[in-house]
Every structure is written in structure tokens, then in C-alpha cells.
């Protein structure tokens, strides 16, 4: 079972800070450090929370990817809707090479309409469609053979004659496709991800949802093997029951509601509950970090969570 480091900068956190979680991540021997793409803090507050402001998901892995050596790097998801899909083929092939070879690319629809409109970013109703069409794109411009030219002919994007330049580092970069979708999204991910993930779903709704992607897979004459399944889910873990409440508290949660849909608890707790993932095909779990700056918590997790996995 691999670990992931996976944080949500949007509620407020500086480069500094996401380099220093990245680089204790990479020395307590997590497998990778993701982070969500959102420019706009969610949840209760003014305006102003979130200090000292949004950071973007690409320059972020751009800096982390000269200032790390081993883990690998990723977004959980970035938003169709921030990027064109040529610019981004370009950025995530850029990012790769920079990191020699270590970046994934988690690709969704978007949807956080508020953060469209306070930066001035267009909000398309037909969002899935586009989606569609972008994963065509940057999968179809990094496996265009070099010297040849790549063209697309969609309803929402056109591209003609594109060098398909730059190339990533890695052969196949993996691309990640995730959602609770009950057809569309397992479709997609059968044909373009290597990976899909589900976010903050139960081991019985992940259990389906990984059916389904099964079966669609199958249903296209690929083997369903051929996928990487995951799972994100909040990480609240303390060595006795005062510490969890403590850090339960300071991300504003309840212990038994984390517990309940989450990661929560001792060690022992939270190494059975990611069993039960284990069991019904996960072998990954991307661990979502909402207080940064408590880096005890991520030894705790590497000393007597992730050791007790194989």
C-alpha cells in the first residue's frame, strides 16, 4: 500500500510551507506529495481567510520538482477549466522533465464555480464534455511520435499541426482520473487514466465505484488490472485519544465524524481502516493534510502507520 501526502494550499499556505511538508514527506518515505489546484479558500470565513493566498498548482510542482529528489509529484485534481489543454500538455511535460521524470497528472472538469468568479475564469456549463475532449488532447500530444504533428477537430478545442513538443521525461506520464460518477467517469478513466481515484467515499461506495470502473475497462478490451485503484481521505491520527481530539480540533472536526469518514484515530485504528481499502482493491491512499504546519503528525503516521503496511 503506497502513502501520499495530499494538501489543499487554497485554505492558506505559502510555497515555503508546501516545500517544507514536500521535503519531510521525501525523507519520512511517502511515496508522493500532491495538492489540490483551487485559487479560492473553502468552507466558513471572510474574503480574507486563506492567507496568505492562493498558490498555482503547476508553479508550485515546478519549484518542488528542483528541490526534491525522489517522491513523486501531482495534482488531486487540476481543474479543466483553469487551463487550455495544449498549454497544459506543455506545462505538465515541462514540470516532468524538470523533475526528472517523477510527475502524474490528475485531470477533472472542475467545479468550484465561486473561484471562477473571483479570478475572472469562465465557467462553462458543458464542463464534462470538455473534460473529454482535454484528456483526447494532452494524451494525444505526448503520444505523437516525434517529428510528426498532431491535430484535433472537437467541438470545444481545434488544434492543427501542433509539433506535440515538449515530450515528459517518463515513456508514459500517468494520468489520474477520479469522481463518484456512475457512467461517464468510469468510462473515461477506462480509456485515458492510468489511475482512478475516489475521493472521500466509503469502503462499500469505493468498493462500487471501482466496479464500475472494472467493467468499463473490460466493456473497451482493456484489462482492469491495467489501472492503479486509490482512495483520498482526511488523515487525523494521534498516538492517544487526547491527541487525535487536539488535532481534530484544530482542523475543525469532529473525532467521531472523521472516524466515521475518514482516517481517524490510533495507529492500530487507521492501519485497519486502510485494510479494509486494501481488501476491496485500493493500493493507494492519498492522505489529506489540513494542518501543515504539524509535522509530528507525519512522523507519527511514517514511524506507526505506514511501517505496518506492505
Known amino acids: 500500500m503506497d502513502l501520499r501526502i495530499f494538501t489543499e494550499p487554497q485554505q492558506g499556505a505559502s510555497y515555503d510551507t508546501l516545500l517544507t511538508v514536500a521535503k519531510a514527506a521525501e525523507e519520512l518515505g511517502f511515496d508522493a506529495f500532491f495538492r489540490s489546484d483551487h485559487y479560492l479558500r473553502m468552507g466558513a470565513g471572510s474574503a480574507a481567510d486563506g492567507l496568505p493566498g492562493p498558490t498555482d498548482a503547476w508553479i508550485t510542482l515546478a519549484g518542488l520538482a528542483r528541490e526534491t529528489r525522489r517522491i513523486r509529484l501531482g495534482t488531486l485534481m487540476t ?18 522533465q524538470m523533475s526528472g521524470g517523477r510527475v502524474e497528472l490528475g485531470l477533472g472538469a472542475g467545479w468550484f464555480e465561486d473561484e471562477h468568479r473571483a479570478y475572472g475564469i469562465p465557467f462553462p456549463k458543458e464542463k464534462f464534455a470538455r473534460l473529454e475532449e482535454q484528456l483526447a488532447i494532452v494524451t494525444g500530444l505526448w503520444g505523437t511520435a516525434v517529428g510528426r504533428t498532431f491535430s484535433y477537430e472537437g467541438r470545444h478545442y481545434r488544434l492543427t499541426d501542433s509539433p506535440a513538443l515538449p515530450k515528459p521525461a517518463q515513456r508514459k506520464l500517468p494520468v489520474l482520473i477520479g469522481g463518484h460518477g456512475a457512467s461517464r467517469t468510469p468510462r473515461l478513466a477506462a480509456q485515458y487514466a492510468d489511475e482512478f481515484n475516489i475521493p472521500f467515499a466509503s469502503v462499500e461506495d469505493s468498493e462500487r465505484q471501482f466496479g464500475r470502473v472494472r467493467a468499463a475497462a473490460q466493456a473497451i478490451g482493456r484489462g482492469p488490472g491495467e489501472l492503479v485503484y486509490s482512495n483520498a481521505l482526511v488523515v487525523c491520527v494521534g498516538k492517544d485519544d487526547a491527541e487525535v481530539a487536539r488535532r481534530a480540533a484544530t482542523i475543525g472536526r469532529e473525532v467521531e465524524e472523521l472516524k466515521a469518514n475518514g482516517l481517524a484515530g490510533s495507529p492500530a485504528e487507521v492501519v485497519d481502516k486502510i485494510g479494509r481499502y486494501q481488501a476491496i482493491g485500493a493500493s493507494r491512499i492519498y492522505l489529506q493534510v489540513l494542518d501543515l504546519d504539524d509535522l509530528e503528525h507525519l512522523e507519527l503516521i511514517s514511524s506507526q502507520v505506514q511501517s505496518q503496511l506492505t
Do not use: S, Y
Not at 84 to 94: K, N, R
Open 79 to 96: 481543474a479543466g477549466t483553469f487551463r487550455l489543454p495544449g498549454v497544459l500538455a506543455i506545462q505538465v511535460a515541462q514540470v516532468d
